[in-house]
């Protein structure tokens, strides 16, 4: 068996998220979403073409109405997937991505809610991803609702978030209860660490399964065409996730 | 300093609303120091949708008031430091929006309208903190519905750069349609350019149909690698390690200061 990078193990869970997408966008500062969607695409190509519009690259991205394009697709119920981090993230999915502490002078600022007030209510299916899983960032409540996880009824709300994937484990959320589920955990990660690391109340199975990796073919396909379309955008991640291919070859 | 980058700081009055464009659209990086040099403060800053390094220089130098913003960055480089000090230190108003907002708002503003009403936001703390937003109910649903109005914005200057400009004061914009909502919206729009071209960017139809026509804009200067360390679509990339040694040397006031005392490369 092939070793698998635990960054090719996120890849492919965000194309498996993706299934069935017709039009998913990748925001700024989003290698790993990038790749997702890029093998998505790939993976889909001999049956349907999937459409991806990646935030600063020049090659995937067919818009031409400026930056207000995305959000107006968006609005149109075109874009059916699409991802958020969150320097905050909690039990009810709100994400904070705006700072620490009391608003506005907050003692920690973070870049600020981006298009999130507005994707995160007109995307069907948005994925929570953040590498970083730890009881800092996944907190028991956001410090700042830059978007909520859900809305009450009679709010305007076809979209919403459907999972959250970390570095060790994926999640899926319920927008009944609301709250997440533990789905798999990723090789190397343990359940017991996981609920250490978190800092919100999750429900999760008795023995919780291990996160599908990629097989041959398609580990051959990410590391040949999805790597080399991603280096357009994001040359640093592609020299990186080279590095490492050649040092697991060594 | 060129004369007329001068000139053209020279128009920007204390108090001003200036509009400022996402750091991939164009960004007339060569009219930071000028407009530092110029020295006109209290100013508001709206970023379309968000802002960046010159924000941050901007704010680094004391020139700005208020920042109406979906996000300030600067990307691969990480936090915006002196637009992270200046929030931290309560010393700028903030105006946290979200992207399709501040696009909201200048549409409004080429409408003519007074506001535009725009999905999303209820149940934010983005929305709880803008007075200057309302909700109403759908006037057209039957009951319940909240939407909120955003206002139009009208900015009295926009500043950005672009490719071309023809000898007639028509700008290329290509497909950056942000940069022509933030002219249609403002009093006044002030361009830097690559290149100034001899021949007419209206008289050709592929040309045309991304050309800015001149009845939007009041001033052009030519400003080679006017957008670096940022980069020009279709023109040369983003600097990044240029970002990075800002991003170093801005952690601090003095560390700010004495970037911003270099020479910049032409």
Redesign the interface.
């Known amino acids: 068996m092939t070793p698998i990078l635990p960054r090719e193990t996120l890849i492919f869970t965000i194309a498996r998220l993706l299934e069935g997408v017709r039009l998913v966008a990748v925001g ?2 989003s290698p790993i979403p990038a790749a997702g969607s890029m093998l998505r695409r790939a993976l889909d190509e001999p049956s349907r073409q999937v459409r991806l519009s990646v ?2 690259s ?1 090659e995937h991205n067919f ?7 995305l ?2 697709s968006a ?1 149109q119920g075109r874009l059916d997937a699409f991802f958020l981090g969150g320097g905050q993230i909690d039990g009810q999915a709100n994400v904070n ?3 620490v502490g009391d ?5 920690v ?14 995307v069907p299916r948005v994925i929570l991803f953040r590498e970083e899983h730890t009881r800092r960032v996944l907190v028991e409540k956001v410090d ?5 996880g859900t ?2 009824e ?3 709300r076809p979209g919403g978030p459907v999972a959250l994937l970390t570095s060790k484990a994926l999640f899926r959320f319920d927008k009944a209860r609301p709250g997440f589920t533990l789905d798999s955990v990723h090789p190397g990660h343990s359940a017991a660490e996981i609920a250490e690391a978190t800092g919100f109340a999750y429900d999760a199975p008795a023995a919780p399964t291990q996160t599908p990796q990629p097989d041959a073919a398609t580990l051959s396909l990410m590391r040949g065409r999805v790597l080399t379309e991603l280096a357009e955008t994001y040359p ?1 991640f592609a020299a990186d996730w080279r590095r490492d291919l050649a040092a697991l070859v060594a | 300093m060129q004369a007329d980058l001068r000139a053209m700081a020279a128009r920007i009055r204390p108090g001003m609303r200036i509009a400022l464009p ?1 750091d ?2 164009g960004v007339s990086m060569a009219m930071t120091r000028p407009l530092i040099a110029h020295g006109a403060g209290d100013l508001d800053l709206v970023c ?3 802002g960046g390094l010159q924000v941050d220089q901007l704010i680094g130098a004391g020139l700005v008031r208020g920042v109406e ?5 600067l ?2 480089a990480g ?2 430091p002196r ?2 000090q200046a ?4 010393a700028i108003r ?1 105006r ?6 501040i ?1 909201a708002g200048l ?1 409004a503003a080429q409408k003519g309208s007074s506001f535009m009403p ?10 709880r ?1 803008r007075d200057d937003w309302r909700v109403i109910d759908n006037p057209f649903d039957t009951g ?4 909120v109005l955003i206002p139009a914005i009208h900015p009295d200057v926009a500043i950005f750069h672009a490719p071309m400009a023809d000898r007639f004061g028509n700008v290329w914009i290509g ?7 933030m002219a249609y919206a403002s009093a006044e729009t002030l361009v830097t350019v690559e290149r100034i071209v001899e021949y007419n960017l209206l008289a050709d139809e592929m040309t045309a149909a991304g050309t800015l026509p001149a009845l939007y804009i009041t001033a052009i200067a030519p400003a080679p690698r006017g957008a670096w360390p940022y980069g020009l ?2 023109e040369y990339g983003t600097d ?1 390690d240029e970002l990075i040694r800002y991003a170093r040397a801005a952690r601090t006031e003095a560390g700010f200061a004495e970037y911003m005392a270099q020479e910049v490369p032409a």
Not at chain 2, 69 to 73: E, I, L, N, R, Y
């Open positions: 700024a500062s935030l600063g020049v818009f031409t109405n400026g930056s207000a394009e959000f107006d609005g991505l705006v700072g608003y506005p002078a907050t003692s600022r973070w870049p600020g809610s981006f298009g999130s007030a507005y994707l995160y209510f007109t700042f609702i830059s978007a909520p809305s009450p009679g709010v305007y640093a | 996402v991939y659209a379309v949708p968000t913003t979906s996000a300030v960055s990307g691969e936090g915006a637009f992270n929030v931290q230190d309560g903030l946290d929006a979200t992207c399709p907002a696009h549409m725009m999905r999303g936001l209820i149940g934010t703390d983005v929305l903190h319940g519905d909240p939407i497909r950056r349609r942000e940069l022509a909502a679509w279709g990044t």
